[in-house]
């Protein structure tokens, strides 16, 4: 009995030893995890990997970021999506196609949130290059193990109303201030989307995402692979690559 009480002690000292565990301010983790991944500059080739209950697809396109607010997309390959390009210019979107119409479509309001190419991401996913220390506030509720790797357990609320995900959970590596894995919520509560990096690697100084898998959780299929493949950071960009123009080139 006397060996039966001193093991409840103990468990109990040690839970009251973890809760009282002095965490980091959490915005001071986003920080950290924002200068890994927010891109002042860079441009790259990534593929998506679309496992759809129709079958596997494998896109790749080149992609030109500069800043929170332009981007630019141009797929490579496969033959029948070559030529398609998708431009952001603060809070607007357009997606252009060669063929059948050769047009130029506005993409906002709703449709930001559909699928870019059959994928798990959307419209919004796609471009995203916001600090997210700007768009949530955010709360460290724990530690916990992903992929043998400890990480916090960190609470996101959004700030405002204009955010594609009212709230977030994310596991960020301790040490190399990657979001492991994440879950993205509806402000009804409601789980969204997931996402995983499955491998990183570090260049010029920061850990970036290599491999990582997205699932819409309101969809069928297994997710969509996106892999980067290239990338160069703090490049210089010519202007006329972010202009509408440039859609028709």
Not at 21 to 32: H, T
Not at 49 to 75: L, M, N, P
Not at 105 to 126: A, C, F, P
């Amino acid at each position: 009995m006397k060996r039966f009480t001193l093991l409840i002690i103990l468990i109990l000292a040690a839970a009251c030893a973890a809760q009282g565990e002095d965490y980091p301010d959490g915005e001071e983790i986003l920080r950290k995890v924002d200068e890994n991944l927010v891109l002042d500059r860079a441009t790259g080739i990534s593929v998506m990997i679309i496992h759809a209950r129709s079958g596997t697809r494998t896109i790749k396109s080149r992609f030109w970021v500069r800043g929170d607010s332009e981007s630019f997309v141009e797929y490579i390959s496969p033959a029948r999506e070559r030529g398609k390009k998708m431009l952001k210019l603060g809070d607007r979107l357009w997606t252009y196609a060669p063929e059948p119409a050769d047009r130029i479509i506005t993409i906002s309001g709703h449709l930001l949130r559909q699928s870019v190419m059959g994928s798990d991401l959307s419209y919004e996913d796609m471009m995203e290059n916001d600090r997210l220390v700007d768009l949530y506030d955010a709360k460290i509720t724990g530690v916990e193990e992903i992929d043998a790797r400890e990480c916090w357990v960190i609470e996101m609320v959004s700030k405002g109303e204009e955010v594609a995900y009212h709230s977030r959970r994310v596991w960020v590596d301790r040490e190399r201030y990657l979001p492991l894995k994440e879950e993205r919520f509806a402000r009804s509560g409601r789980l969204l989307k997931t996402t995983s990096i499955k491998e990183a690697f570090q260049i010029d100084g920061r850990w970036y995402m290599k491999r990582a898998i997205f699932k819409d959780m309101l969809s069928s299929g297994e997710g969509t692979e996106y892999i980067i493949e290239e990338i160069d950071f703090d490049v210089e960009i010519p202007d006329h690559i972010f202009t509408r123009a440039s859609l028709r080139k």
